[in-house]
């Protein structure tokens, strides 16, 4: 049982492949922001990014839509991180020369607290509900707990060589700290302040970055060249991944497609994508790449080059979506039927099309499906199902096909007779039922019957005329429903037999009627002196 076990937990660990690799970002425009920067922080609604400088206690801040430093003020000697409370009113910065976390009220750029940490903090993390400020002190081998309502220092933990880059979970009960002196990682338990778990990984484990939804941890790790995956689940480490040279820090994308390492000793940024864990793309960026922060919806970056004095604004195109499959692969011009469309990146679609027949009637799409109701048309054979979302429209290829079929719709027709005597007014009642037995919605219809000569026929809510009676649908008929027309002829006294027979068939209609020879019914009667009537 444990090998059965452990076989397929290293089953489970394995890349799957990758359905479409993430297009790799452009430097859309450079930044020169003040010397070394190191930290970058975007507020929440992504409008300005604070970058650090970790020679002159500088922060810049730059606005995004014209992607020029507007402001800026000064905290401590210098500084690497930088973390912004979720309201965007306060910042938080590591002075690792001062061994002390400024607190800035953004609004006035002015310091409202120096709170004293321990020896050469670096990294800093705010807990999701901004309540908790986490600061690791490489020098110390501790992260320090401030409060953020009091700025006070509420517990200092323990932990591995060297703790640099932090990660905290959605919840808030996980902290992540890269030992780096110890090739490890540190679990700790939030409530309790202690290590939980240990995760060995590469050397220089160096930045952090938790996948969207929490289940993977990556690691850059410095000295490696690589960056390493770690299962949150069972703090056990996936896989590493070879990128470029000095690794000191990722970022996965919001969706969580990617992981962006930036390769200091490279001046490159690695695209990794994350499902099947391979580098998709590696992009030269400016000098000795550091921090990267991404918009919330993953389509602009800014980019520390430590070096380099600035900030590379990186543009994220939306990848074009591609459809795989399609099914059913078939169905009516009538329309209506309700098509999966199976591919990659079909998420926030505006538009699918089946070729010449237009636009979808409905559909809803996921990244991976769209479900989607065929619109009607008079084009017979194959078309091209496509989907457009904002980076594009997917390319027409063999496996979007969907067939159109004329439609068609059988209408069966059911004839019954009641006789009814009665002295000098004898007759029988005729019901015709109409039954349309698909595939699709007959829109109209009409069924006819020849009258037997020298009896009267009436009807409500069919025509007689010229010895032939009409009946036409009132309303379009879906599939299984059915509808009754009446008739009566009038018997009275006749010579002693009379024998008729009365056929009803459909004569018109749309759509056309796959069987049509069926559909009819007959009925035959015989009258004695019209005082006894019979019919089969």
């Known amino acids: 049982m444990t090998a059965i076990a452990a076989a397929t937990a290293a089953l489970l660990s394995q890349p799957v492949p990758a359905q479409a690799a993430a297009p790799p970002p452009t430097v859309a425009a450079q930044v020169a922001v003040a010397p070394y920067p190191a930290g970058v922080a975007l507020t929440p609604d992504g409008g300005h990014a604070y970058v650090t400088s970790q020679s002159s206690g500088a922060v810049s801040v730059l606005d995004t839509a014209s992607n020029t430093v507007t402001g800026g003020f000064t905290a401590g000697t210098g500084s690497y991180a930088v973390a912004l ?24 750029g002015t310091v409202t607290a120096t709170v004293p940490v321990g020896t050469q903090p670096w990294g800093l993390v705010l807990s999701p509900d901004g309540t908790r400020a986490y600061v690791s002190n490489a020098a110390a081998n501790t992260v320090s707990v401030l409060d953020t309502s009091s700025d006070t220092v509420t517990a200092t933990v323990p932990v591995g060589a060297e703790p640099h880059g932090l990660a905290v979970s959605a919840d808030g009960k996980r902290l992540y700290v890269a030992a780096s002196g110890d ?185 991976t499906s769209c479900t989607a109701t065929a619109p009607a048309t008079t084009v017979t054979g194959p078309v091209d199902v496509q989907v457009t979302t904002p980076g594009g429209t997917s390319a027409a290829v063999a496996a979007d096909r969907f067939t159109y079929a004329a439609p068609g719709a059988h209408l069966a027709v059911a004839l019954t007779a009641t006789p009814v005597t009665k002295l000098l007014a004898s007759r029988v009642d005729y019901t015709v039922t109409l039954t349309n037995q698909g595939p699709d919605p007959i829109t109209a219809a009409t069924v006819a019957a020849g009258l037997p000569g020298g009896l009267t026929t009436t009807s409500t809510d069919c025509a007689v005329a010229a010895g032939k009676l009409t009946c036409a649908l009132a309303a379009p008929l879906a599939k299984g429903e059915s509808t009754t027309r009446h008739f009566t002829v009038g018997v009275g006294l006749l010579s002693l037999v009379r024998s008729w027979d009365i056929t009803v068939a459909r004569t018109a209609g749309t759509p056309a009627d796959p069987s049509p020879g069926t559909s009819k019914d007959t009925r035959s009667c015989s009258s004695v002196l019209g005082l006894s009537i019979t019919c089969t």
């Open 85 to 108: 409370s979720p309201d965007g009113h306060r910042a938080y910065l590591t002075h690792h020369l001062d061994n002390t976390v400024s607190v800035v009220d953004t609004a006035t």
């Open 183 to 367: 090739k490890a990682v540190n679990v700790v338990d939030t409530v309790g302040s202690t290590v939980s778990a240990t995760v060995p990984v590469g050397h220089s484990a160096f930045g952090l970055a938790l996948s969207p939804d929490g289940g993977n941890l990556w690691v850059a790790d410095g000295d490696d060249g690589t960056a390493a995956v770690i299962d949150t689940a069972a703090n056990t480490l996936l896989g590493t991944v070879a990128v470029g040279s000095g690794p000191y820090a990722v970022t996965v994308a919001p969706d969580g497609t990617a992981a962006y390492v930036s390769d200091y000793a490279d001046n490159t940024l690695s695209v990794v994508d994350t499902a099947s864990r391979t580098v998709t793309a590696t992009v030269p960026v400016g000098a000795s790449p550091y921090t990267l922060a991404l918009t919330a919806d993953g389509r602009h970056g800014y980019l520390a080059d430590f070096t380099g004095d600035a900030v590379q604004v990186l543009r994220f195109p939306l990848p074009v979506p591609a459809v795989t499959a399609v099914t059913p692969n078939g169905g009516s011009g009538a329309g209506g039927t309700t098509v999966t469309v199976t591919g990659t990146d079909l998420n926030g679609a505006t538009d699918v099309t089946f070729g010449a027949a237009g636009a979808a009637a409905s559909f809803g799409c996921t990244r």
